[in-house]
C-alpha cells in the first residue's frame, strides 16, 4: 500500500540531495495504530487512516511519510546541542513528550493544529511543509500568506538546515514490510 509512497519520497529525497536524511531508516511499515518514528530501531510506522484526520497541513500519504521522517532528521542528524538552539523558535523538541489538546484551528505561529500539540510535532510539521513545496507549491504559498513571520521563519529555518546537510549520496535501501504482515495487523 505504501510502496508507491516509498519509492516516490526516497527518489525525491534522493533528487534533492537529502538522501542521507534517510540512510539511517531500515524499516517503514503499515501500523494500525498511530504513525510514528522509532529512532531506537529506526524504523517509521505509517497509518493510512492518518491521511483523513484534519490536523496536518495537509493530508497526503507522502506528507505523512515526510512528517515521521522529520522526527527522525531531528533526533538522528541533528545533536541535541542542535536542537537546544532552536528552543526559542519550536520550544524545547526533547521536553517530555505529552502532546496538547488538538485545538480547532492552527494559530498564526505554527503550520498546523498538530503543531501546536508538542515542540517535537512543530518541528516535523514544519519540515513537512518546508519539503512539501515541491509537491504543492500553490498550496503551501496560501497557507504560508495567512502565517506570521515567526511560523515563516521556522519554514526558513528547516529550509536552511536541509540545505546544509546536502549532498550527493543516495539514500540507503529501506525495506518495506512484506505485504502478508500487513494484511495479519502485524505489521
Known amino acids: 500500500m505504501f510502496e508507491r509512497t516509498i519509492r516516490s519520497v526516497t527518489l525525491y529525497f534522493e533528487g534533492e540531495?537529502?538522501?542521507?536524511?534517510?540512510?539511517?531508516?531500515?524499516?517503514?511499515?503499515?501500523?494500525?495504530?498511530?504513525?510514528f518514528h522509532d529512532v531506537r530501531n529506526r524504523s517509521i510506522g505509517l497509518n493510512p487512516a492518518d491521511t483523513k484526520k484534519p490536523w496536518a497541513a495537509f493530508h497526503?500519504?507522502?506528507y505523512l511519510l515526510i512528517h515521521e521522517i522529520?522526527?527522525?532528521f531531528a533526533e538522528v542528524v541533528l545533536t541535541r546541542g542542535d536542537r537546544k538552539?532552536?528552543?526559542?523558535?519550536?520550544g524545547d523538541y526533547d521536553a517530555p513528550y505529552r502532546r496538547a489538546p488538538k485545538p480547532r484551528v492552527a494559530d498564526a505561529?505554527?503550520?498546523?493544529?498538530?503543531?501546536?500539540?508538542?515542540?517535537?510535532e512543530d518541528f516535523a510539521e514544519t519540515f513537512a511543509v518546508?519539503?512539501?513545496?515541491?509537491?504543492?507549491?500553490?498550496?503551501?504559498?496560501?497557507?504560508?500568506?495567512?502565517?506570521s513571520a515567526q511560523c515563516r521563519r521556522k519554514v526558513s529555518t528547516v529550509r536552511h538546515l536541509l540545505d546544509s546537510v546536502k549532498s550527493p549520496v543516495p539514500a540507503a535501501p529501506i525495506r518495506a514490510s512484506p505485504r502478508r504482515?500487513?494484511?495479519?495487523?502485524r505489521a
Not at 538552539?85 to 519550536?90: K, P, Q, S
Open 17 to 35: 540531495g537529502l538522501g542521507r536524511i534517510l540512510s539511517r531508516i531500515t524499516r517503514i511499515r503499515r501500523v494500525n495504530e498511530e504513525s
Open 181 to 185: 504482515a500487513q494484511k495479519a495487523g
Open 85 to 90: 538552539r532552536f528552543v526559542g523558535l519550536f
Open 60 to 62: 497526503r500519504r507522502p
Open 70 to 72: 522529520g522526527h527522525h
Open 109 to 120: 505561529d505554527h503550520v498546523s493544529r498538530y503543531a501546536m500539540t508538542h515542540p517535537a
Open 130 to 147: 518546508c519539503l512539501w513545496r515541491s509537491w504543492e507549491p500553490d498550496a503551501v504559498d496560501r497557507l504560508l500568506s495567512g502565517k
